[in-house]
């Protein structure tokens, strides 16, 4: 049984740290591309951040959140996590954690990913 649950989703005022939890099924898990992505109302969902859980476990960051957001997993929770810092407005969105079907090349690509979890509100302020 395919679960992808996420949660640490809130309000912050811009400049402020919010931290992202992936709690994924063991099946879904391993070897996989486990991603976020966010979306905003009216607009295409997009990548923001990707991991590939394995010993190298490679990560993947859209320009516009690199050395803002850092990605990690948590091999002995099956849990990717997403560390939001020096939050702008602009990061006000729908997250969304998400995962490929196999071991596929990872990236940002939305249309790799074939499971995803039912999103948590993250609000930032000016």
């Known amino acids: 049984q395919v679960h992808l649950a996420e949660s640490g989703g809130g309000s912050v005022q811009a400049g402020g740290s919010l931290r992202l939890s992936c709690a994924a099924s063991a099946s879904t898990y391993s070897r996989r591309c486990i991603s976020w992505h966010r979306q905003v109302p009216g607009k295409e969902r997009e990548g923001v951040a990707a991991i590939y859980t394995s010993a190298n476990n490679r990560t993947y960051y859209a320009d516009s959140v690199k050395g803002r957001f850092t990605i990690s997993q948590d091999n002995a929770e099956n849990t990717v996590y997403l560390q939001m810092n020096s939050l702008k407005p602009e990061d006000t969105a729908m997250y969304y954690c998400?995962?490929?079907?196999?071991?596929?090349?990872?990236?940002?690509?939305?249309?790799?990913?074939?499971?995803w979890g039912q999103g948590t509100q993250v609000t930032v302020s000016s």
């Open positions: 998400a995962a490929t079907a196999f071991p596929v090349a990872c990236s940002l690509l939305t249309e790799i990913f074939t499971y």
